[in-house]
């Protein structure tokens, strides 16, 4: 199970941290990852990392402005966002896979755990 906290709103170029949190006692043996999901459109990959938090990965637009990271100890992930855009305006949701590919990171169907969301909304 995930559970994801930490939206909200915040104005143009400000900060939030979104966490989720993992059940289970093998959280360290998954690659977890952020989508989002705007009104009208499709979900979108925001953030990808390793089982151990040696690689990273992201979507161009976020590249320099997100930063992903867990704590393997907490069974928790965390995406910190900073200058936020009024385009990140969106609900993030937190995912989990154990066996998928590093050419798959980004393919939200390849993704076995999905957390219930949590709405960011960043105001002009």
């Known amino acids: 199970q995930l559970v994801e906290s930490g939206g909200g709103l915040v104005q143009t170029g400000g900060s939030l941290r979104l966490s989720c949190a993992a059940s289970g006692r093998t959280f360290s043996s998954y690659r977890m990852g952020w989508f989002r999901q705007a009104p009208g459109k499709e979900r979108e990959f925001v953030a990808a990392i390793d089982r151990n938090g040696g690689s990273l990965y992201y979507a161009d637009s976020v590249l320099g402005r997100f930063t992903i990271s867990r704590d393997n100890a907490k069974n928790t992930v965390y995406l910190q966002m900073n200058s936020l855009k009024f385009e990140d305006t969106a609900v993030y949701y937190c995912?989990?896979?154990?066996?998928?590919?590093?050419?798959?990171?980004?393919?939200?169907?390849?993704?076995?755990?999905w957390g219930q969301g949590t709405l960011v909304t960043v105001s002009s």
């Open positions: 995912v989990a896979d154990k066996n998928i590919i590093v050419s798959a990171l980004r393919n939200p169907y390849q993704y076995d755990y």
